[in-house]
T-cell receptor
Framework: GNSVTQMEGPVTLSEEAFLTINCTYTATGYPSLFWYVQYPGEGLQLLLKATKADDKGSNKGFEATYRKETTSFHLEKGSVQVSDSAVYFC????????????????FGQGTILTVHP | SAVISQKPSRDICQRGTSLTIQCQVDSQVTMMFWYRQQPGQSLTLIAT?????????ESGFVIDKFPISRPNLTFSTLTVSNMSPEDSSIYLC???????????????FGPGTRLTVL
C-alpha cells in the first residue's frame, strides 16, 4: 500500500537558518506529491506540489523536488522566518482504479517546526 | 482554490450525544472528503462523500458511527454519533475537482472543527 515517512520532529531553528524536512514515500505507479502546512489553530493549507518525476514545486521560498529514483520529496527553505513556525505534512495522492486524477491523500506523521528570533 | 467553511468551528459535547458538522464550498466541486486529526497526530481519511449516494468509508470507520450526507455539489455533513472522549479530534473536510476542470489533482481543506468530548 501507499505510505509516507517524514523526519522525526520537532525541529527548532534560529531565524535565517536553512531548513530541510525529509520525506520519503512508498507507492506503486506515479503518485502526485504534496506539502501542506498547518499554522497554530488553523486548518491545512497547500504549500506546494509536484505531479511527476523531476518536477520542482515552490511557494513562499519553500521548494521540493520529486525524486523518483530515491522516492523522496524533501522540503527546503534557504532562510526561515519566525512566521514559518507550523506543522508541515508531506502527502501523496495515487490515482484511483479508474485512472483519473481523483484519489485519496495519504499523509506523513507531520513535522513540527519552531523558529526562534 | 475554493473557499471552504465549516460549522461549528469548535464544540464541547457530553459523551453519548451526537454532533453534526457542516462543510460548505463556494463553488461546485466533484469530490468531498472528511478527515480526522487526533491530538498531536496526522490526518486520517474517514470517508469520501458521494453526491446522491452513500459515502465510501475507509477501513476502521463505519456509517453508524459517522453518517455522512452530500445532497449537492457544494455541501456535506458529517455526524459523529454516540460520542466518547476518544472522538475528541479536529474534523476537516476537503474538496477536489473545481468547476471548469481546475484542481483535479489537488485537495483543498476547510478550517476544521475542533471537537472535545467530556
Amino acid at each position: 500500500g501507499n505510505s509516507v515517512t517524514q523526519m522525526e520532529g520537532p525541529v527548532t531553528l534560529s531565524e535565517e537558518a536553512f531548513l530541510t524536512i525529509n520525506c520519503t514515500y512508498t507507492a506503486t505507479g506515479y503518485p502526485s506529491l504534496f506539502w501542506y502546512v498547518q499554522y497554530p489553530g488553523e486548518g491545512l493549507q497547500l504549500l506546494l506540489k509536484a505531479t511527476k518525476a523531476d518536477d520542482k514545486g515552490s511557494n513562499k521560498g519553500f521548494e521540493a523536488t520529486y525524486r523518483k529514483e530515491t522516492t523522496s520529496f524533501h522540503l527546503e527553505k534557504g532562510s526561515v522566518q519566525v512566521s514559518d513556525s507550523a506543522v508541515y505534512f508531506c502527502a501523496l495522492m495515487h490515482p484511483n482504479a479508474g485512472g483519473t486524477s481523483y484519489g485519496k491523500l495519504t499523509f506523513g506523521q507531520g513535522t513540527i517546526l519552531t523558529v526562534h528570533p | 482554490s475554493a473557499v471552504i467553511s465549516q460549522k461549528p468551528s469548535r464544540d464541547i459535547c457530553q459523551r453519548g450525544t451526537s454532533l453534526t458538522i457542516q462543510c460548505q464550498v463556494d463553488s461546485q466541486v466533484t469530490m468531498m472528503f472528511w478527515y480526522r486529526q487526533q491530538p498531536g497526530q496526522s490526518l486520517t481519511l474517514i470517508a469520501t462523500a458521494n453526491q446522491g449516494s452513500e459515502a465510501t468509508y475507509e477501513s476502521g470507520f463505519v456509517i453508524d458511527k459517522f453518517p455522512i450526507s452530500r445532497p449537492n455539489l457544494t455541501f456535506s455533513t458529517l455526524t459523529v454519533s454516540n460520542m466518547s472522549p476518544e472522538d475528541s479530534s479536529i474534523y476537516l473536510c476537503s474538496v477536489q475537482g473545481l468547476a471548469g476542470g481546475r484542481g483535479t489533482d489537488t485537495q483543498y481543506f476547510g478550517p476544521g472543527t475542533r471537537l472535545t468530548v467530556l
